[in-house]
């Protein structure tokens, strides 16, 4: 219920981005139309245009443009999306097949680079040099993320600080960008820019890490991906380094092995060790930090459903584990 009171709260707004969505989705490729739709239309939350809608009007916005902003959040993720389920080998995202599983891998690149070209196209109609620096530098981060984490495949010596850096750059920047670049629109005061800009990076750092453990807790059927699915492709993630950290030399040895490895021959091994080191707890505790200092940041700006939207919505963050 909370969940949809927060979308209740920017129910007209969605709806129109959703509309400009399909509209700017179109192209005279019948592929790139036709897998650019798919994966729009996969069923995914919408978190980071929402964020927009959100932060703008909780700013004090009251124009439209805020609909084409979020439009081009929308594009920035589902092109790298498309782009890291071709890095992953991915089969499966959000209950469907992967664009790469149905279509292959080259035409998931290229529909992927399309979406950024149409999102950065979107960007210069905003004509707001503030708001593409903000997006072109983000979308570099991102990028950089993307291959920190293919460098860290199969390492089982990723530290925790070196673990908050990729997961910042990789998922929370683009929350970042995206309650930043709202407040931008919105023309807010320093003060409501640096907040908001905060409210979205430690957001974004929440939400990672609830993922984080969802994926030793979680099933198939909640996250339309499989427990262990991490481990399987060799992912060092905060409740494997809690772990290896926390447990005898034994069950050290057997993550590290595990991790380098890849795969779910370990899986059930691996599962006993997180849960008996204390690292689900761990993490989640780390999540309602980030979640909190996310909704500390909200305290300069005016009350308004739009900023008890954002309070909420860090509430949900933190909630998806039972």
């Known amino acids: 219920m909370t969940a949809q009171r927060i979308h209740d709260t920017v129910a007209d707004d969605f709806s129109r981005v959703n509309d400009l969505i399909i509209q700017r989705l179109a192209s005279d490729v019948p592929m790139v139309e ?38 081009v959040i929308e594009f920035l993720h589902t092109a790298t999306l498309l782009h890291d389920d071709v890095v992953d080998t991915s089969d499966m995202r959000r209950g469907r097949s992967t664009a790469n599983a149905k279509w292959g891998n080259a035409p998931s690149v290229l529909v992927g680079d399309f979406l950024y070209a149409r999102a950065f196209e979107m960007m210069v109609e905003l004509q707001s040099l503030p708001i ?29 600080d070196q673990y908050m850096v990729v997961i910042h750059n990789k998922t929370a920047m683009l929350f970042e960008a995206s309650s930043h670049t709202g407040a931008l629109l919105a023309g807010a005061s320093a003060e409501q820019e640096a907040a908001l800009k905060d409210y979205g990076k430690h957001l974004g750092l929440a939400f990672q890490l609830v993922d984080d453990v969802l994926d030793y807790q979680g099933d198939a059927e909640t996250m339309g991906k499989n427990v262990g699915d991490d481990l399987a492709e060799g992912k060092t993630t905060l409740p494997l380094i809690h772990a290896m950290a926390n447990s005898g030399e034994d069950e050290r040895q057997l ?9 779910l021959d370990d899986l059930p091994r691996v599962l006993e060790i997180v849960k008996a080191s204390g690292a689900i707890e761990y993490t989640m505790n780390k999540a309602r930090e980030e979640a909190e200092t996310a909704r500390n940041r909200l305290d300069c700006l005016p009350e308004s459903p739009y900023r008890e939207a954002l309070e909420l919505l860090t509430e949900v963050a933190v909630a998806r584990v039972s």
């Open 255 to 263: 993550i590290r092995q595990a991790i380098r490895k890849g795969g």
């Open 132 to 160: 593409m620096n903000v997006l072109s530098r983000a979308t570099a981060v991102i990028a950089e993320g993307e291959v920190m984490q293919l460098m860290n495949v199969k390492n089982p010596d990723l530290t925790e």
């Open 34 to 71: 036709k897998i650019a739709q798919y994966i729009i239309e996969s069923g995914g939350k919408r978190l980071r245009p929402l964020l927009v809608l959100l932060a703008s009007q909780a700013a004090g916005y009251t124009k439209d443009d805020h609909l084409k902003l979020a439009a």
